[in-house]
């Protein structure tokens, strides 16, 4: 459960690099200018429901009392605290992590993959199980700076418009994935990572130019940008759920449509 200390050393170096840490805590502040408030976070009391219907209490012990060992790792607090601090994750993350990525750390003592992911729940379902079993509410990702319109927001901008066209001429992207484009230019995508030549120059957050050639379907990608730490646990990638599902397939859309830059 959790991750290992270089990883997570990994993730917060990035953030300070590109400034994306301050970036985000403005958005969590103020919602971001013309943009959405942030989601709010998960809920203990439907996160119990998540726990039960799920069967998780089958392996796992969430009290604090009994000396009886399970056989899966206790979910006890105090016991996740500890591991979470062997694993050089806050108790929130590492517990999320533990649950969509189970073989990333093993606590000592059990055996790591016999636990499956739990990766299909939603954002919701897996924001209320972390909550109820940490205690308190749980935001698996914060909220990305997003316009409330962003294709109308683009086409507002000459610049924002200049760059999908150069876009669009550049990488032979079809009329339909034009939309996607629109929204990935507005809706500060940029701000860690690059698009066929636009973006930062030095920056460890992949490039989205050949996002075609992975492979993703619509779906992966619909769910990634919704919960980026559900699919790819410490990203460090702000959700942007607030989109909404048909601006998110918009961008899936054209993530799919990317193949790279046409010479």
């Known amino acids: 459960m959790g991750s290992s200390t270089a990883r997570r050393r990994r993730s917060l170096a990035r953030a300070a690099a ?12 103020t919602g971001g200018a013309g943009g959405t408030s942030a989601p709010s976070a998960g809920s203990p009391d439907r996160g119990r429901t998540v726990y039960l219907t799920r069967g998780c209490g089958g392996c796992h012990d969430a009290s604090p009392v009994g000396d009886e060992r399970p056989a899966g790792p206790k979910l006890e607090v105090k016991a996740m605290t500890r591991n979470a601090r062997a694993a050089g994750r806050a108790l929130g993350p590492y517990v999320l992590e533990s ?9 000592p003592g059990y055996v790591s993959g016999a636990m499956p992911s739990y990766a299909q729940l939603s954002t919701r379902e897996l924001e ?3 909550s109820y079993l940490i205690g308190a509410p749980f935001a698996a990702t914060p909220a990305a700076r997003i ?20 876009w669009r001429r550049v990488a032979s ?8 484009a629109k929204i990935t230019a507005a809706a500060d995508c940029l ?3 690059r698009y066929a030549g636009s973006g930062p120059k030095a920056t460890t957050a992949p490039d989205l ?45 054209f993530l799919r449509a990317s193949r790279g830059v046409q010479r």
Request: aromatic fraction near 4%.
């Open 128 to 130: 209320d199980l972390v």
């Open 209 to 253: 130019t050949r996002q075609a050639r992975r492979k993703r379907t619509v779906a992966w990608l619909v769910a990634k940008l919704r919960c980026p730490d559900c699919r790819t646990p410490a990203s460090g990638m702000p959700s942007y759920e607030a989109l909404g599902t048909a601006n998110l397939r918009r961008v899936a859309i």
């Open 18 to 29: 590109l400034g994306c840490g301050a970036l985000l805590t403005g958005i969590l502040a």
């Open 99 to 107: 649950i969509v990525a189970p073989r990333a750390f093993a606590v």
């Open 173 to 180: 992207l079809p009329a339909s994935a034009v939309p996607g």
């Open 147 to 166: 316009p409330k319109r962003p294709v109308a927001a683009c086409d507002a901008s000459a610049r924002c418009r200049s760059t999908v066209a150069r």
């Open 191 to 193: 701000t860690c990572h």
